[in-house]
């Protein structure tokens, strides 16, 4: 089996990962004074076994700087990152 995925969940060879262009790969990113926080589609498995953690989300700068989430779907990365955008903001994480 592949230890890489497509944004879909789905197994893929790694060539077809190292042809997918890095744009393809952000998931969302905002900005704001002091900081970032990014989600990406890190396309190979980062879990070392259980359930496939393909998205990473992570915050740069300011208070929680280097921060960061995994998780299996993009559903779940995008959730993930509305949470680290509250957290950086100072709202409900």
């Known amino acids: 089996m592949s230890d890489y995925y ?8 790694q060539d077809e990962w190292i ?3 890095f744009s393809d790969r952000r998931v969302a990113v905002d900005e704001f004074d002091g900081g970032r926080v990014s989600t990406v589609h890190l396309g190979l498995d980062h879990s070392y076994g259980g359930p496939p ?3 990473e989300t992570m915050i740069f700068d300011g208070e929680h700087d280097g921060e960061r989430w995994r ?3 993009l559903a779940e990365a995008k959730v993930g ?3 680290a955008v509250a957290l950086v903001k100072g709202e409900t994480a």
Do not use: S, V
């Open 71 to 73: 998780y299996t779907t």
């Open 6 to 13: 497509g944004i879909d969940g789905e197994p893929i060879m």
């Open 53 to 55: 953690l393909i998205f």
């Open 81 to 83: 990152h509305a949470r």
């Open 19 to 21: 042809r997918t262009p």
